[in-house]
């Protein structure tokens, strides 16, 4: 997926951040940071890393998501003395050895590694099949303007954090997490056969979920908790959570 790598500069820059995203900015001083920008009702926008350099901070998003991030950036800014510029910069990451520069993915240890500099791409690692293994939802497939990040599985992505104070949809989060049981959410599941990405999954002929990313015998799928029992199809595609 192409990336798009922005600096933030600016006395305020950690102060703007930390009332925007949806984890603790102070993590930089220990590497990377995976986050969230969200709506006020708590829907997500954006997933990006944060990343320390040279005591700046720069920006790793989604090449199609940086023109509405940095814009609506802008317009929480204000007057706050912050500037955002796009560099030149590219992304590599791989799960070999890790590289002089490179930092740890913070979502998961599979992950691997990013680097930053003038490469972009990977090293032919499957990382498909890991997501799939560790339900890894990805920006622009599993992850669309109508989710909520709890159901996506940021809490134990690292993406959020429930002690750093308030920001931009934090209200309707917190209260996700203290107040209510999930009944919805993402969860790796046993697959025969293949369906589209975004095929609607059923359970006795009732809604129950949609499928998404496919590898080999096992899949991401967003499925109604109360539904996802037994077995479960997606057009020729028969799935089930494993036991």
């Known amino acids: 997926m192409t990336r798009r ?8 820059a950690r102060d ?3 009332g925007l995203v949806t984890n603790d900015i102070r993590k930089l001083d220990h590497g ?9 009702q708590g ?13 700046e901070i720069l920006l790793d998003v989604a090449a199609d998501l940086a023109d509405g991030l940095v814009q609506r950036l802008n317009m929480y800014k204000l ?3 912050v500037q955002i510029t796009e560099t030149d910069l590219a992304v590599w990451r791989g799960t070999g050895e890790r590289p002089d520069g490179a930092f740890d993915d913070p979502r998961h240890s599979a992950l691997g590694w990013r680097l930053y500099g003038a490469e972009a791409g990977d090293d032919s690692s499957d990382f498909d099949a890991i997501r799939v293994a560790h339900c890894i939802p990805e920006t622009n497939i ?19 954090d429930f002690r750093k104070g308030c920001y931009v949809g934090q209200e309707v989060t917190a209260r996700m997490k203290h107040k209510t049981e999930l009944r919805k959410g993402f969860a790796s599941v046993d697959l025969e056969g293949s369906a589209p990405v975004g095929t609607a999954i059923t359970a006795d002929g009732k809604p129950a979920g949609t499928l998404f990313t496919q590898s080999g015998n096992r899949a991401i799928a967003y499925l109604r908790f109360d539904r996802a029992t037994g077995t479960m199809q997606a057009e020729d595609a028969t799935l089930r959570l494993p036991d």
């Not at 790598?5 to 305020?12: A, K, Y």
């Not at 990377?32 to 006020?40: S, W």
């Open 5 to 12: 790598i922005f600096q933030i500069t600016g006395p305020e």
């Open 16 to 18: 703007f951040l930390q």
């Open 32 to 40: 990377l940071v995976y986050a969230a920008m969200l709506t006020p």
């Open 43 to 55: 829907k997500y926008l954006a997933d990006f890393f944060l990343v320390p350099r040279d005591g």
């Open 79 to 81: 007057r706050a003395d």
């Open 142 to 160: 599993e992850l669309t303007p109508d989710t909520f990040i709890l159901e996506a599985g940021f809490e134990r992505l690292n993406g959020v």
